[in-house]
T-cell receptor, first 112, second 113 residues
Framework: DSGVTQTPKHLITATGQRVTLRCSPRSGDLSVYWYQQSLDQGLQFLIQYYNGEERAKGNILERFSAQQFPDLHSELNLSSLELGDSALYFC???????????FGPGTRLTVL | AQTVTQSQPEMSVQEAETVTLSCTYDTSESDYYLFWYKQPPSRQMILVIRQEAYKQQNATENRFSVNFQKAAKSFSLKISDSQLGDAAMYFCAAGGGAQKLVFGQGTRLTINP
């Protein structure tokens, strides 16, 4: 158990819908990262937050957004969902720059 | 920008034998970190080992060790005394100052009993 929790574990929804994925980092970790793992793109970095502020952005679509709350949990919002958004979404946390990232169990999103 | 390449999509090894997984990377960062993560069928990403680029000594964690060749930008993982529980996808990853990780495409490791 990495100490990072993600909910829900599985999510099945339809095209055009909006979903929210939730992540709670390890106790004491200030940084949260979101990654997408799909069959064709592999593991891709989406976005990073540090203590409530956006720190880095990767290949995140405009339809996707995220935030980190004062209690340090983070949410990833995916809207206008398309079939290609079906993937495993991971959240990871670390104490800060240079520290190891520990991954949550992931949320498997299926868009039908 | 960083890139990570794993040239072996699949590897197999006999139980109790030793296997080496290859990884090469490219980075413009002067301060960076390298990792191997394991992803078993449960899909959980599990840290196997970490190497700081400024350290010359190769990292070791029990049966897992790395061969870090900084000039060649090579970072291979050696698994000794392979066990059935080692069967998984193994991902090499690089992280720089911004700390986001760039992953390779993965190597699927099969352990033959």
């Amino acid at each position: 158990d990495s100490g990072v929790t993600q909910t829900p574990k599985h999510l099945i929804t339809a095209t055009g819908q909006r979903v929210t994925l939730r992540c709670s980092p390890r106790s004491g970790d200030l940084s949260v990262y979101w990654y997408q793992q799909s069959l064709d793109q592999g593991l891709q970095f989406l976005i990073q937050y540090y203590n409530g502020e956006e720190r880095a952005k990767g290949n995140i679509l405009e339809r996707f957004s995220a935030q980190q709350f004062p209690d340090l949990h983070s949410e990833l919002n995916l809207s206008s969902l398309e079939l290609g958004d079906s993937a495993l979404y991971f959240c990871a946390s670390s104490a800060g720059g240079g520290d190891t990232q520990y991954f949550g169990p992931g949320t498997r999103l299926t868009v039908l | 920008a960083q890139t990570v390449t794993q040239s072996q999509p699949e590897m197999s090894v006999q139980e109790a034998e030793t296997v080496t997984l290859s990884c090469t990377y490219d980075t413009s960062e002067s301060d960076y970190y390298l990792f191997w993560y394991k992803q078993p069928p449960s899909r959980q990403m599990i840290l196997v080992i970490r190497q700081e680029a400024y350290k010359q000594q190769n990292a070791t964690e029990n049966r897992f060790s790395v061969n870090f060749q900084k000039a060649a930008k090579s970072f291979s993982l050696k698994i000794s005394d392979s066990q059935l529980g080692d069967a998984a996808m193994y991902f090499c990853a690089a992280g720089g100052g911004a700390q986001k990780l760039v992953f390779g495409q993965g190597t699927r490791l099969t352990i033959n009993p």
